[in-house]
């Protein structure tokens, strides 16, 4: 496992999908609601994962989250552009885990770790990663995972 | 069609949805997002409309929302509990409006009316409300609705 | 008031704000909830009436929305972009109507009227539209609208 | 810090909110979306936090979130009823966990851990728990705590 400050540097990223706080994303502290960075967290993870021109999951499979910790480093507030870098952190068996910052202006605002398994869609059980989809995903490993 | 103003009295309702303003629903501004009083009009809606023990919608089909108009009457605070009050105003070959009222404690805080359109799910084309579903929306008929 | 139809034309605005249909804005009929709808309109509305180089309001005054009238023309998917275009419709007293249109790609997915009533913070009332605001508002003017 | 296990426990827990989960927080993928967990993960932390009735912040004081980890152990659909359990876990200098579980049912569908900041609101940095928060918080402590 890559040292986890990696997540707050935006060389650790090489696959980017860019958010914009709206007003509705706020709450009545004035600033975004917390639950947002998790959405945001989402909106990187799928974009990575369902990429239009190149899907990674397997026919009839798809990924499900299994764990999600973030950590809020800043507040961001309506109108904040925010970019969202994803990367492969780790693989295992039938699982992997990605990493991922959140970036306004030159401050990483949160990092984020996502467990994901590959699930079989019909028995709707955990799969083994084929080798194509390792070989996918290895093009993104943060510097220092395996 | 009936009176406006009745939307704004309990009476007028025989079909009931309670929600509960979560603090995810305020913004900024300290209040409930008024986007979120659609949220609770679909709520009163889609509870009314998919009865899991009476729904109305003919097999095969289903409600498209073709027009929302939302009267907002007070603000919402977090913890609010909402009374979504929905019934029928109006029924026309293919599609019916609904209206609703919004109540927290005394206070009427939201009117609105609602078009919906009968679908058929295959071809996506507006059809005909079958004699069954007009039974069932005439038992929801506000006073002076026809 | 302008004929409605032109609501549906992008050359009848000249206020424009970008929106991205995010997974999380997506519901359990694989479309974009109707009430994000209500959110992109509000997008549109927050970032015409308080642009961060030429806010609209007067100090000590805020825009309360009294009524959104949402028509709902197509449905929108995951990764959607909409442009919401934003003209004033017509200005009375103490408020004024606001006109939307949704567009994705080549087409209007909605057209929404807002009224707005200019309210004083401290009493909470509404207040006479100022002539500085008269003037703000009148460079946005749709097409017949007075 | 106590057994993780215990956050699947309805018997860990001693405080206690409820939601229901709403048309819209489901997803395209027909179940509700994995941010809303994060929702209802605060609508417990501030309904425990926040308690109109026994406020557990100091004057001039609030709670920040520092870091959410959230395990996701089934799926929840349209119409559950989420029960949310908090207790506390463990509290430090400046900063305490506390320790969620979601069950609808009679199943544990997620749990979470939160480390919570306490910060002075003028100054905007954290400071030390006031021995009234310490006995308020450690009458909530899950078995095993410290």
Redesign the interface.
Known sequence: MPDPAQLAERASFRAWTR??A???D???L??V???????FC??GR?SFLYD?SKPLAPPGAVF?????????RAELH??DQVDIGTAVLAMRRRSFTLGQGLFCRDACVAAAESVMVLMDEATRRAIELPDRLRADLAAYLAPGAT
Chains 1, 2, 3, 4 share one sequence.
């Open positions: 958010e914009t709206r007003f509705a706020t709450d009545r004035g600033h609601n917390n639950a947002v960075f998790a959405t989402e909106s799928v239009a499900v989250i299994a764990r999600l910790a973030l950590d809020f309506w109108r």
